[in-house]
């Protein structure tokens, strides 16, 4: 059981498009994303390219949106 917890939590993937809609329908931009969600433009760019985060900053990323977390996943 715990290896499909593990394994469903690995394949958590943040979808870039669907992010920077999202910042687009709250008028922001990556610097005002970052400041909402408290984590740091390098943070950002990394999660942007590489997709993966730790559940808690996907969390954060989410809510600095205004959406639940299904909404910036791939």
Known sequence: ??????????????NQKKVQ????????NPY??????GI???SYRRIMKE???K????GKLA????VDVTAIIQ
């Open 51 to 53: 997709g993966g985060c």
């Open 40 to 42: 740091s433009y390098t």
């Open 21 to 28: 809609i999202e910042m687009a329908r709250n008028s922001m």
């Open 63 to 66: 809510s600095a949106l205004n």
């Open 32 to 37: 005002a994303l970052c400041s909402k969600a």
């Open 1 to 14: 059981m715990e290896g499909n917890i593990v394994l469903a939590m690995a394949d958590l993937k943040i």
């Open 55 to 58: 559940l808690a900053t996907l």
